[in-house]
């Protein structure tokens, strides 16, 4: 098992992110008594990133089948971000003043997380099968 730093730090960049991602939506939420809550469940499946990096962060080789899931994700993180980026800048709640700063942040760490996964080339080469060898083969008197 070989442990690979960066995706350690990923994950936690990825924890960072939910956080802000709860905290920016809860003034847009204000005027729902459990709207905090239903936030953080329909933001919880990001946690998915954390753990994905974490595990790839203690096996890069052994979990690479889960970095093509990763990169898609954060694709699709990355669009919706771009998404809420225009009506972001046509309202003047309190809440936005927070989301300008934040949403922008998030969409370019989603980019930079997307270009990492796609780019990045494994640090380890995949593990080299021995040459199959004959049997010997031992002579019975």
Request: without cysteine.
């Amino acid at each position: 098992m070989r442990r690979t730093p960066l995706f350690f730090a990923f994950a936690g960049v990825e924890l960072v992110r939910y956080l802000l991602l709860a905290l920016t939506a809860q003034p847009f939420a204000a005027a729902l008594p459990l709207a905090h809550q239903m936030l953080r469940l329909v933001a919880a499946p990001n946690l998915l990133f954390a753990v994905g990096f974490l595990f790839m962060g203690l096996d890069a080789r052994r979990y690479a089948d889960y970095r093509p899931l990763l990169a898609v994700g954060k694709a699709v993180a990355l669009f919706s971000s771009l998404l809420a980026l225009p009506r972001l800048f046509g309202g003047d709640s309190p809440g936005y003043g927070l989301a300008r700063f934040v949403i922008p942040g998030i969409a370019l760490w989603d980019a930079i997380a997307t270009a990492v996964l796609l780019l990045r080339r494994s640090a380890t080469p995949p593990a080299v099968e021995p040459a199959q060898t004959e049997p010997e083969r031992i002579e019975v008197d």
